[in-house]
């Protein structure tokens, strides 16, 4: 049996992976695992294969009911993804990922913006003082459109969002892997700055 891969501290970012139900989260936390190379298939929610959906009651419901742990490897660092739920019958779940998150995505649908679970999940991550970008989804889907979710958010938070776009958002690959760079250059905590200062030490997750 081989040995797990070693990591130490400062190379291990959390992040929460946040949203209204039915946003795509799961779906995006699947594709960033299968194009870093931690997962081997590409899984899909309606097919049930999704690689954090995984309980007789998430497959039968198509939905997330309890945060879900997967990781993504980019550039030797570590990226534990938290899927949390969105509805929220179950948004203690996405509560408590904020609280170990070193930095949140919240993922907005292309055909929906900006919704109730949206903004909640803004506030816990407002309270706990992370960073956090926004993903729009689904953009493969009629009337798609990210110029409504941009607009959405501007009207909701004029001066904290700024659009980007991914040189082919069609492409899988070129559309999450952003995610990773940004991740591994952004999401570091006051608590990972103190310990990037001290004796690196390994440990195994």
């Not at 995006?28 to 049930?48: E, N, P």
């Not at 980019?74 to 170990?100: C, E, H, M, S």
């Amino acid at each position: 049996m081989a040995n797990a891969k070693e990591y130490t501290t400062e190379r291990i970012r959390n992040l929460a992976i946040v949203g209204h139900g039915g946003s795509g989260k799961s779906s995006l936390v699947d594709a960033l695992c299968f194009v870093s190379g931690t997962s081997r298939r590409h899984g899909s929610v309606k097919d049930g294969s999704a690689i954090t959906m995984y309980t007789p009651e998430e497959i039968g419901h198509g939905i997330s009911i309890q945060c879900t742990p997967a990781f993504a490897e980019w550039q030797d660092t570590k990226i534990n993804l938290l899927d949390t739920p969105g509805y929220l019958d179950f948004t203690g779940d996405a509560l408590a990922a904020t609280r170990v998150a070193d930095g949140a995505v919240i993922v907005l649908g292309a055909t929906t913006g900006v919704e109730v679970g949206t903004e909640r999940v803004w506030e816990y991550c407002q309270e706990r003082g992370i960073p956090r970008f926004f993903f729009v989804s689904m953009m493969d889907k009629e009337h798609a459109t990210s110029t409504r979710s941009t607009r959405t958010l501007r009207s909701t938070s004029p001066r904290r969002s700024c659009p980007s776009r991914s040189p082919s958002v069609m492409a899988t690959r070129s559309a999450v892997l952003p995610i990773c760079s940004a991740a591994r250059r952004t999401c570091t905590s006051p608590a990972r700055l103190r310990a990037s200062t001290t004796k690196p030490r390994s440990r195994t997750r």
